[in-house]
């Protein structure tokens, strides 16, 4: 199935430094949305993005919604020891009418040295 | 309070054997969906649901079955044709027609 290319693969940083990872695709995409799964969780939705160049935050977390609708990239400012995990993009083509399904990034996996 | 729930949460099973995973939610939530994620391979999707008595095949369908009886429930079954089935299974549910996706904890299934 079709993937998102999503970058760096893993990421070890000291703890109070700032993260940044994006995803890219060759498909235009409706909606962008950031995942995060802790070790032997599911993932929990962190940020959701509906329109082109929106830019959201969430606590420490911003993400942004790509002109082109082919990307978008999740900050993390001031990392501390709970942001370790791995981070999924995701993203949805759906229009009304169609059959729709999520296509997901391969994920970052953040280690976050105290 | 409202959410998800898989169980078991670890499961083993000899080779050959069938094995149910099941998946209730109750959030109201009109689909749900398998994941099936693996080390350094993200995750991908098994089936899906968007209404009840009705499901579809995702990208790696083969050697799993699925059913949708109650709208709360999706039960997954790993079938003794799906050749790895070694992996973390995750059940997810939505409102329709959107990919804000609430997952539940993971059923991690181990094949002797």
Redesign the interface.
């Known amino acids: 199935?079709q993937?998102l290319n999503q970058s760096p693969q893993s990421m070890f940083i000291q703890e109070g430094e700032d993260v940044s990872m994006n995803c890219t695709s060759s498909s235009i995409f409706n909606?962008w949305?950031w995942?995060k799964q802790d070790p032997?969780?599911?993932?929990?939705?962190l940020i959701?993005l509906y329109k082109a160049g929106e830019l959201t935050s969430n606590g420490r977390l911003t993400a942004q919604f790509g002109i082109t609708r082919k990307d978008s990239f999740l900050n993390i400012s001031a990392s501390i020891p709970s942001d370790v995990g791995i981070y999924?993009c995701?993203g949805?083509s759906?229009n009304?009418g169609n059959?729709?399904?999520?296509i997901?990034?391969?994920?970052t996996s953040l280690a976050v040295n105290p | 309070d409202g959410g998800i729930t898989?169980s078991p949460k670890y499961l083993f099973r000899k080779e050959g054997q069938n094995v149910t995973l099941s998946c209730e939610q109750n959030l109201n939530h009109d689909a749900m969906y398998w994941y099936r994620q693996d080390p350094?391979?993200?995750?991908?999707?098994i089936y899906?649901s968007q209404i009840v008595n009705d499901f579809?095949k995702?990208?790696?369908a083969e050697g799993y079955s699925v059913s949708r009886e109650k709208k709360e429930s999706f039960p997954l079954t790993v079938t003794s044709a799906q050749k790895n089935p070694t992996a973390f299974y995750?059940c997810?549910s939505s409102r329709l027609?959107?990919?804000?996706?609430?997952?539940?904890?993971?059923s991690?299934l181990t094949v002797l």
């Open positions: 199935g993937q909606t949305l995942y032997g969780e599911g993932p929990v939705l959701a999924f995701a949805d759906y009304a059959n729709r399904k999520l997901w990034g391969l994920g | 898989q350094g391979q993200g995750l991908r999707l899906y579809q995702g990208d790696i995750l997810a027609n959107t990919g804000e996706l609430f997952f539940g904890e993971g991690r």
